[in-house]
């Protein structure tokens, strides 16, 4: 905070509190007797308003929330840059309640971490802890339910862009995925026909009984040889490729929909996604438990 905006807000605080002095100063000079034989001068049906000091009770709280402001902005920071006799602010507040809480529950973590990820989902307390730190965490982006929305990977199902095994789910959650379609139209004609074709040849992957329609049919034919551009990242088959986050193309799992328009519009737009790193903002063992419960989601734990 600069000098300007420090000495305005102090400049602000000070009127505002010598203001409210002066009200009550200001108020407090007429006697009850002398104020019941004035009026404001308003009248309305026969009614006069008469100017009448504030109650005592009223009065003192008054003075008392003053006086309790004064040593409030002495203390505790209120007054532009000034810190407080105390010192205190709030992220020395939320650090000092981090450290707690860390000291309280790290034996926890480090004993869940001696566990293998395969073996911790049989911890119903373990995938408890994990419930709550995805919540914290993950829900944001992937749901309460784990299950994603549109652009956001279900993860509560078998399908997975880049492996769902334990080590792979770690990789994730603490290095984060950046995953890029770049736009494929020009690659393939960059005709509104060719883009359509292609889109009717991908869904056909997964949706065989395409073929069975003859202007789809003719639109497969048409696309198949020029898949072999997008065959790069997701194998001649359609199939995928894990350790480059390529999504399989011939199930019935999509990332951003399965209607013709989403297709083509991943076609001719290319997707960007991008899952942050959060190995600065959990520890090796937090990521463990989260794991687990991730793993959990689509491998059910024994009764």
Not at 260 to 267: A, N, Y
Request: charge should be negative; glycine fraction near 8%.
């Amino acid at each position: 905070m600069s000098d300007f905006w420090s000495w305005f807000i102090i400049i602000i605080v000070a009127i505002n509190l010598l203001g409210c002095a002066g009200l009550l100063l200001w108020n407090n000079q007429i006697s009850p007797e002398e104020a019941a034989k004035e009026t404001t001068g308003h009248s309305f049906d026969g009614i006069q308003e008469r100017n009448a000091p504030l109650p005592r009770w009223w009065l003192f709280l008054f003075i008392g929330t003053l006086i309790f402001a004064c040593i409030y902005l002495a203390l505790y920071p209120g007054l532009g840059k000034f810190e407080g006799l105390l010192g205190w602010s709030s992220s020395g507040q939320y650090e000092k309640e981090v450290t707690l809480v860390a000291r309280q529950t790290d034996p926890l973590f480090e004993e869940f971490a001696k566990v293998p990820v395969e073996e911790l989902i049989e911890y119903p307390e373990a995938l408890a802890v994990g419930g709550r730190l995805f919540a914290n965490n993950c829900a944001i982006c992937h749901g309460s339910d784990a299950r994603g929305a549109k652009g956001y990977p279900n993860l509560a199902d078998n399908d997975w862009l880049y492996g769902g095994e334990p080590k792979q789910i770690i990789t994730s959650i603490a290095q984060g995925r950046t995953g890029m379609m770049p736009p494929m139209a020009a690659a393939i004609g960059n005709t509104d026909q060719a883009v359509r074709d292609m889109a009717i040849y991908v869904q056909s992957l997964s949706r065989p009984d395409l073929a069975r329609d003859a202007q789809k049919a003719a639109a497969i034919e048409r696309a198949k040889p020029k898949f072999a551009v997008c065959a790069a990242c997701h194998g001649q088959d359609g199939k995928g490729i894990q350790a480059m986050g390529a999504p399989n193309l011939t199930d019935t799992t999509w990332l951003y929909g399965p209607r013709l328009e989403d297709i083509e519009t991943t076609i001719r737009e290319g997707r960007k996604g991008e899952m942050p790193k959060h190995e600065n903002l959990l520890s090796d063992e937090k990521i463990h438990v989260i794991a687990a419960y991730v793993y959990s989601l689509s491998h059910k734990p024994a009764p």
